[in-house]
């Protein structure tokens, strides 16, 4: 790819050019992913996640142990810092909020920030 033409997309706010090709571990969940989905609670466990987008759970599967990098790709998944995203259809972030509220309040429930003194 060009960069020059990737860098003016990216300032137009296009920024399919700027993804790098599908690989197989974008097209169907690993086996660490599979292991993460079977032990996660019935109630958290997402459905729509692993069927429409088996790459957001092989990423999971890698950053699940570390709370900081886990909490930074949930905030990734969930806001649009780039402003001009599609966005998830609304049983996606369902399942992506209800996936954040387990990990936070049951996986790693100790969080402290600067504001929790």
Do not use: C
């Amino acid at each position: 790819m060009n960069t020059q033409s990737g860098n003016k997309a990216a300032a137009q706010g296009d920024y399919s050019m700027l993804r790098r090709p599908q690989e197989k571990e974008d097209l169907e969940l690993s086996a660490e992913a599979r292991a993460l989905l079977a032990s996660t609670e019935e109630a958290a466990r997402p459905k729509e996640i692993p069927a429409l987008f088996p790459r957001i759970v092989n990423h999971m599967a890698k950053l699940w142990k570390t709370p900081r990098q886990m909490d930074r790709y949930f905030e990734d998944l969930l806001t649009d810092a780039r402003g001009n995203r599609k966005g998830f259809p609304l049983g996606i972030l369902m399942e992506l909020s209800t996936l954040k509220d387990y990990y936070q309040g049951k996986v790693f429930p100790t969080r402290r920030d600067v504001w929790d003194s």
